[in-house]
């Protein structure tokens, strides 16, 4: 069946320092795909996406390619922030709008 | 803005008592999600509804229940809890099914079972 692999956490780095999630996935066909983000506390909230292959989806400075060669959505930000530290995750979404979730991965950012 | 709104924030049960979980959006979305967080394994999928009056199981429904109350509001009740059901517990919803678009996420229920 459909799955998502994300690498393990945490990830420690620090403050503006070059940012990599690595997400890999298994799937029929070209699902979208969606990088989530949760804040100590909170829910889920979507951080960027990307509907098809070769599509970039980017946002407060995070960006992720679809690569459908590699199954991967791998997550980059050039220079982390305090702020950004929180558990990303990495997902696919099937039929009635399921979600499929990696496991998720914690980033540390100190200053 | 209140989004997608999920009460109580923390409760802790004992074995074999039940409860309810509420949620509410208020953006007029036709689609509603329950999900469990459990470490190391990402979201799961307990129940969805697809529009009011609609439920059906996600890949983890054994234990739970769900009522679609009316468009805004979807419920999960637990009629007798175990201590496997420990887990922080999020409610999801979207404008409609198969849209392809993101859920949104409401802040989730921390719920202990000793």
């Known amino acids: 069946g459909d799955s998502v692999t994300q690498m393990e956490g945490p990830v420690t780095l620090s403050e503006e320092a070059f940012l990599t999630i690595n997400c890999t996935y298994t799937?029929?066909?070209?699902?979208?795909l969606f990088w989530y983000v949760q804040y100590p506390g909170e829910g889920l909230q979507l951080l960027l996406k990307?509907?098809?292959?070769?599509d970039k989806g980017s946002n407060k400075g995070f960006e992720a390619t679809y690569r459908k060669e590699t199954t991967s959505f791998h997550l980059e930000k050039g220079s982390v922030q305090v702020s950004d530290s929180a558990v990303y995750f990495c997902?696919?979404?099937?039929?009635?709008?399921?979600?499929?979730f990696g496991a998720g991965t914690r980033l540390a950012v100190h200053p | 803005n209140a989004g997608v709104t999920q009460t109580p924030k923390f409760q802790v049960l004992k074995t074999g008592q039940s409860m309810t979980l509420q949620c509410a959006q208020d953006?007029?979305?036709?689609?509603m999600y329950w999900y469990r967080q459990d470490p190391g394994m990402g979201l799961r999928l307990i129940y969805y509804?697809?529009?009011?009056?609609?439920?059906d199981k996600g890949e983890v429904p054994n234990g739970y229940n769900v009522s679609r109350l009316n468009k805004r509001e979807f419920s999960l009740r637990l009629e007798s809890a175990a201590p496997s059901q420990t887990s922080v517990y999020f409610c999801?919803?979207?404008?409609?099914?198969?849209?392809?678009?993101?859920?949104?996420f409401g802040d989730g229920t921390r719920l202990s079972i000793l």
């Open positions: 997902a696919l979404i099937r039929g009635y709008n399921k979600l499929i």
């Open positions: 799937a029929t066909g070209y699902p979208s």
């Open positions: 999801a919803s979207i404008l409609e099914l198969f849209s392809n678009q993101p859920q949104h």
């Open positions: 509804s697809a529009s009011e009056g609609t439920t």
């Open positions: 953006m007029n979305h036709n689609s």
């Open positions: 990307a509907t098809k292959a070769d």
